[in-house]
T-cell receptor, first 111, second 113 residues
Framework: QQQVKQSPQSLIVQKGGISIINCAYENTAFDYFPWYQQFPGKGPALLIAIRPDVSEKKEGRFTISFNKSAKQFSLHIMDSQPGDSATYFCAASRGYQKVTFGTGTKLQVIP | EPEVTQTPSHQVTQMGQEVILRCVPISNHLYFYWYRQILGQKVEFLVSFYNNEISEKSEIFDDQFSVERPDGSNFTLKIRSTKLEDSAMYFC???????????FGPGTRLTVT
C-alpha cells in the first residue's frame, strides 16, 4: 500500500515536444506529491510538488496534473529540451515522514 | 542557496569493514534522512531522525546500520560490517519544520569489494 507506481520506464521525445510521465498511488494518507529530477551521478533535485487539494500546478514548462479520485498524478514537460534529459521520479509522502519514490522514468530529448 | 553536503563523494571499502558516511544538512533544518539507491533502481528510504532520535526506519536499516548527530552540524550513517549488497549511492536529506520538501545531498557512492 506504500508503493508508488510510475510509467513509462523510459521515454524518448523530440525537442519541442511534450513529455508525459504518469504515477499512481494507493495510500490515501499521502498528502504531498513531489517530482524529483536526477542527473547521472547526482542526487534527486526537487522539481515541482503538489498537494491533493489542488488539481493542477504549473511552474514554467513543468505542470503536475492531480486526480485525487483516481489516485493518479502526472508530470507534463512542455517544449522539452535536450537539457531536460534526466531521470524523473514521482514520489509521495505524509508530513515529515519518509518519501516513497516511484521507479523512475529515464527521459531522453533528442534534437 | 543553502544545500546539503556529503562526504566523501566516493568510498571504496572491503567486505566486513566499517564505514561512516557524513552529511551536513541545511543549517536550520530539523529533520534528517538517509536513503540509498542501488545502481539503476529507485531511491529507497533507510531512516529518519528528529530531536536526536530515530523517528522511523525501514526493513533495510538493520542492526548493521546506525545514525548519529555528533554535533550541531553533522549527521552520520555508520555501517558496521559492510556486505557486497551495501554497494549503492547513499543520499542524505533534510527538511524544515514548516515545509514538507526534503532536500537531497549529492550522495556518496559506496563500493564494497
Amino acid at each position: 500500500q506504500q508503493q508508488v507506481k510510475q510509467s513509462p520506464q523510459s521515454l524518448i521525445v523530440q525537442k519541442g515536444g511534450i513529455s508525459i510521465i504518469n504515477c499512481a498511488y494507493e495510500n490515501t494518507a499521502f498528502d504531498y506529491f513531489p517530482w524529483y529530477q536526477q542527473f547521472p551521478g547526482k542526487g534527486p533535485a526537487l522539481l515541482i510538488a503538489i498537494r491533493p487539494d489542488v488539481s493542477e500546478k504549473k511552474e514554467g514548462r513543468f505542470t503536475i496534473s492531480f486526480n485525487k479520485s483516481a489516485k493518479q498524478f502526472s508530470l507534463h514537460i512542455m517544449d522539452s529540451q535536450p537539457g531536460d534529459s534526466a531521470t524523473y521520479f514521482c514520489a509521495a509522502s505524509r508530513g515529515y515522514q519518509k518519501v516513497t519514490f516511484g521507479t523512475g522514468t529515464k527521459l531522453q530529448v533528442i534534437p | 542557496e543553502p544545500e546539503v553536503t556529503q562526504t566523501p563523494s566516493h568510498q571504496v571499502t572491503q567486505m566486513g569493514q566499517e564505514v561512516i558516511l557524513r552529511c551536513v544538512p541545511i543549517s536550520n533544518h530539523l529533520y534528517f534522512y538517509w536513503y540509498r539507491q542501488i545502481l539503476g533502481q529507485k531511491v529507497e528510504f533507510l531512516v529518519s531522525f528528529y530531536n536526536n532520535e530515530i523517528s522511523e526506519k525501514s526493513e533495510i536499516f538493520d542492526d548493521q546500520f546506525s545514525v548519529e548527530r555528533p554535533d550541531g552540524s553533522n549527521f552520520t550513517l555508520k555501517i558496521r560490517s559492510t556486505k557486497l549488497e551495501d554497494s549503492a549511492m547513499y543520499f542524505c536529506a533534510s527538511s524544515d519544520l514548516l515545509v514538507d520538501e526534503q532536500y537531497f545531498g549529492p550522495g556518496t557512492r559506496l563500493t564494497v569489494t
